[in-house]
């Protein structure tokens, strides 16, 4: 069973737009949302994340929105560059030894 | 210093034989994590271990597969008689406590059952 659901798989934008990705969650008990950036060969490197007692988080150019009561929380690059391109996981923390639950994933590919 | 690293960084191995996956953690890391990651998938849970002790196997598929971390710092994941459906990344993350906030992974080791 998923426990955290991603979409889009993929994604496709220019130079400059503003992909968004999004994540839901079923488990309340869930008390950390971070997202992780990962290119071909590495390991997932953590980019922002997010409590559920916050709506918005901003690091940058990357921007997390939470809606706590939705089950609901996506991201967004502002002025996205090819530099960008990688696939972008959602993750949120839970369980016994508090391990995180990782979405499918979503490929993003930034056109110059 | 030095992230987390994993050795061997590839693997591969034939149907039915005996592999041994190293993890690295960073210095003084307590908490290790271990991950599998298909392709085109997320990170999947395996185990976890505060210092020593395996805290939380629940994660790991069947008795095929056995993690130890004998000395509370570096971790070998070991499986059995392998099967070509443990083809995967094997990531391995560590974390300054149980619950920290950030883990910290390494590159993983792709390991390929022919």
């Known amino acids: 069973q998923q426990q955290v659901k991603q979409s889009p798989q993929s994604l496709i934008v220019q130079k400059g737009g503003i992909p968004i990705i999004n994540c839901a969650y079923e488990?309340?008990?869930?008390?950390?949302f971070p997202w992780y950036q990962q290119f071909p060969g590495k390991g997932p490197a953590l980019l922002i994340a997010?409590?559920?007692?916050?709506s918005e988080k901003k690091e940058g150019r990357f921007t997390i929105s939470f809606n706590k009561s939705a089950k609901q929380f996506s991201l967004h690059i502002m002025d996205s560059q090819p530099g960008d391109s990688a696939t972008y996981f959602c993750a949120a923390r839970g369980g016994a030894g508090n391990q995180f639950y990782f979405g499918t994933g979503t490929s993003l590919t930034v056109i110059p | 210093g030095a992230g987390v690293s994993q050795t061997p960084s590839n693997k591969v191995t034939e149907k039915g034989k005996y592999v041994e996956l190293r993890c690295d953690p960073i210095s003084g890391h307590t908490a290790l994590y271990w991950y599998r990651q298909s392709l085109g998938q997320g990170p999947e849970f395996l185990i976890y271990f505060q210092g020593t002790g395996a805290a939380d196997d629940s994660g790991l598929p069947n008795d095929r597969f056995f993690a130890v971390r004998p000395e509370g710092s570096v971790s070998t994941l070991k499986i059995q008689r392998t099967e070509r459906g443990d083809s995967a990344v094997y990531l391995c993350a560590s974390s300054s406590a149980v619950g920290g906030d950030t883990q910290y992974f390494g590159p993983g080791t792709r390991l390929t059952v022919l």
């Open positions: 997010i409590r559920p007692d916050v």
């Open positions: 488990n309340t008990a869930f008390d950390y």
